[in-house]
Structures are given as C-alpha cells and as structure tokens.
C-alpha cells in the first residue's frame, strides 16, 4: 500500500496511535469474549443474534466491505489523479445497487449458513464436488483479501517508523493476525458484527468530521476547493478532467473498466458479505439493512472525495506524490496539517482499526465454508455433529491466520491493491455467475457449476499472472522479466463473461435437473426459508 521509506509522521502522533488502538481492541476483545456463542450451536457462530435492528446490521454490512483501502487508498487516488480517483470512487458507491436490487433477498430466503447450502439445495446432484469447488473459491478470495490487510498493516506502520526492519515486520503482522485470529476463531459472527459496528461508527464520524473540517477551510465553498486542487496540482484544469491516470490510451480505458467491472459485480459475491447477507430472520429488516449500508458507505465515499480534493488543495500534489508515489500518505499529511498530532493520530488509528475488522470478517467467512462446506458436507457427509463442526470452524479460523500471516511475510512488498482487485475479479468471476445462474435459471446444472467456479477461479488468475503486473514493466513483480501476454492489470473484463459463458455451457452439455427441484427452490427464493433455517 505504502512504498516509501521515510516516516511521515512525528513520535508524538505514534505513541498516540498505539495508546489509541490498543483501548480499541481492549474494549473490543473483551466485549467479542463476552458475546461470543457460549453454546453449541453452529447458527449462532455462524450467523450470531439474528435479531439486530437494520440500523446496527447495516453498519456491520458497512464495516465488512469498507477496508483501509478506502481511507488510505482512494482518498490518495482522488488527491493524485482527481477526475479519475473520483470517478473510482462512484463504482464502489454503485456496487451496493447490484446487491441490493438482485441478490440479497433471494440469496437470504434460499440459504442457511454458507452458499454452499443454497447450491447444494438447488442442485442435490453431485452437491458434493461443488461445495468442494466453492470452498476452493472461498479460501482463495478470502487469503488474498486478508494478505492483503496484513501486508496492509505494515504499509501503514511504515508512515510511522519509516522502511521496517524484518523484525518490525513480523512484529506486525503477527500481533494483527493473532488479533484477527481471537476475534474469528472465539467470538465468532457476535464478535465480528461488534468489532465492524465499532469499526463502521468511528470511519463514518472520521471521516466525516474531518471532511468538514476540510469545508471549513474552504469557507464552504465546494468550487473554491476545486480551484484550490487544480491549483496545486501542477495539472491545472485536466485535474478536474478524465485521464490523468485511465484515459490516456484505450488499454488504460479498457484496464479502468475491467477494474470497475469487478468491483460492482464482486461485491455481491464477497464471502464475508454473502454471510452478512444470510444472518437478518427478516426480510424486511434485510432490505433496510442493505439500504443503510449502502447509504452510509456512498457517505464514506462521498467524505473519502472530499478529502482527496482536500490534501491536492493544502498539502500540494507534489508533495503528496514525493512522500509516497500512490498516495496513500495523503489523509494523513492532510490531517497533520488540519488538525496536528491528534487529528493524524485519530486517523491512523481508524486506519489500524478498519484493517482489522475486515481481516476478521474474511478469517471467519473462510473459516465458516472449511468447517461446513468443506468438513461437515464433503467429508464427513453431512454426519458431523454440531460440537464437531463448531471445533473445526474455530481450529479453521486459526489455521486460516497463521497461513495469512505466513504469506503476507513471504509477499512483503507485493501490491496490496493488485491481491485485492484480483479478490474482486474471482468473486466476481467464479462466484457471481454461479451464484446468479443458482437463483434465476431453470437450465443450471451441477457440471455448470462446476466449470463457472473453476474456470472463473483459473481465467482470473491465470491472466494476471501473464499481466504487467508480473512482469513486462518496471513497476511489476519481475521488472526484469517479460510474458506479459495479456495488456491489461485487471482480468475482470475477460474473466467474468468467461465464468458466465462456462457455467452456460457446462449446463447445455450435462442432463437437466428435474422441473419440480427447481419450483421447489424458486418458491423458496420467493417466500424464504425459515423452516429450514436454525437460530
């Protein structure tokens, strides 16, 4: 996230950081102890108090999906390129539409406790090997996405320290990951809704109230803070205008579109998202759960672009692109100068805190899917007991954080951005199409989902390992090396049609399912399925 080498921030706003973040996860870590299940039921590890108002369950969806990405990332995005950092910032707000107006209700009223429940309802033939499929799915998605926090972390401590040594490093990432790890494997779904409420409430009032501050500044004047950033962007007027950073050539047009592509999609399909969608007993108190979210995080966004513009018009883009090239070091310098060492201090922990609530969230989605997907369905055949299943979700959870913690040591210096746009790209790849085929046609089989999960999984990565972003540029993984084949830094606009079109085919080639299987699921998805459904 973080490449530069130089501290950006002063001692004082450091101890602060850690005295800060340290009470957080004090408070936070008791309060998931003690709201963690204390029976053993796996739906209320699984799906935790089904009972949540649409408010506070909107505010975990926002917790789960909102990473330091938004914070760090975006906001250096806008304050870099401007017009196209903003525009960035309109597809994570759109994304929550696809949810809302597609997936959530009849996902929630066709499921129990994973995807895997709906596929293998919607599909009895062959349940098994597709739920080993989707559990493939699910682990890559998640261990990119929490790599990807963890390598995060460290980024984010080198504004503080300066380039760490190994040590500092492996410091880092361990403490963060045995955090992730307690709150996954103990509180299960209680634990994780609490830590992302906390997490949601302090990155919306964050934000915001130094959004404010940023108007402020300006007098409330929302064009002299555009004239201020054109100003100091060294760009002038095409600040405010496409191209800076995707509209200078039709391959950054098409790389643009493919990253925007798999982030709209991809969002439906995230796993710890889909499990937030199955947790509300309501329909109703669903609905209005997706609709705080989505109104709150388009808030986030909305707060995110004004702080961009807002660090371009004080701090300057020079210097913003002198301390760090991708600009994640603009909220702070932008909060040094607003508000000093307790502003910046404020922020990073927000930024701390916000890397740990979505690792949780990730640890316990794949977790989840190991434990009943993998464990209780495939191997022991739907036979395990509730006890056993909930030992191997909690043994999951910590094995899941070590191998995070191992890769993100190994990948020290590997773009946190890339491993989670590729994330995005196989959820949407793999996920989406079988998920949508699941719920809305007829024709789908079994050997469709099998050949969309896998072929969604092997496009998106295959292609970006024979991308620039591996090789063939001096910014890539092997700079001296060169099998970039495929021009583009995001698969997403080949490797979804692709995981679209595999799941059609491999349907038209197998034998169909039977008519009655289907009615029986879509009268499901209509009315929903509390009958089925434990907690």
Known sequence: ???????????????????????????????????????????????????????????????????????????????????????????????????????????????RFTLGDTLAYRLPRMQRPVRLALAVCTLAIATLYLVAQLVGSVALLTQFTGEPSATTRTLCVVVIGTIVIVYAAIGGMPGATFIQVVKA???????????????????????????????NSGQGQRFLEPGLRYGGSTTSKLDFFSLQLAIVLGLAALPHVMMRLLAPKQVGVLRSSVVWAMGLVSLVCLAAGILGLGATAVVGRDTIARTDRKGDAAVLLLAQDLGGGIL????????????????????????????????????????????????????????????????ALISWGANTATLAFLAFAIAASALLPTLVYTLFWRRFTAQGALLSLCGGLLSS????????????????????????LFPLQNPGIVSIPAGFLLGWLGSLLSRPQSPESYEDFEVRTLVGADQHRTG
């Open 344 to 407: 910046t201090a404020l922020l990073s922990c927000l930024a701390f805190v916000t890397l740990l609530a979505v690792a949780a969230g990730l640890t316990l989605a794949a977790a989840s899917s190991l434990a009943h997907d993998l464990y209780g369905e495939v191997i022991r055949k739907g036979r395990a007991k509730e006890t056993e299943e909930l030992a191997v979700a909690r043994l999951a959870a910590a094995v899941i954080g070590i191998l995070g913690m191992l890769l």
């Open 201 to 231: 409430v302090m990155l919306i009032c964050g934000v915001t109230v130094t959004a404010v501050m940023v108007l402020h500044r300006f007098d409330w004047n929302f064009d002299a803070l555009l004239a201020a950033a054109a100003d």
């Open 1 to 111: 996230m973080v490449t530069t080498g130089a501290a950006v921030v002063d001692r004082f706003s450091l101890q602060l950081t850690l005295v800060l973040f340290l009470s957080v996860v004090v408070v936070t870590l008791f309060t998931a102890l003690l709201t963690a299940p204390q029976g053993d039921e796996i739906s209320e590890f699984y799906l935790g108090n089904r009972l949540m108002s649409p408010l506070r369950n909107g505010l975990a969806m926002c917790g789960d999906y909102l990473s330091a990405a938004t914070l760090l990332g975006s906001t250096g995005l806008v304050a870099l390129t401007g017009y196209d950092g903003l525009l960035y910032l309109c597809g994570t707000a759109v994304a929550w539409m696809m949810v809302l107006l597609i997936i959530a209700e009849p996902l929630r009223n066709a499921g």
């Open 461 to 484: 990565v295959l292609l970006v390992v024979f991308s620039p972003v591996v090789s063939g540029t001096p910014s890539s993984l092997y700079p001296s090396a060169d099998f970039a």
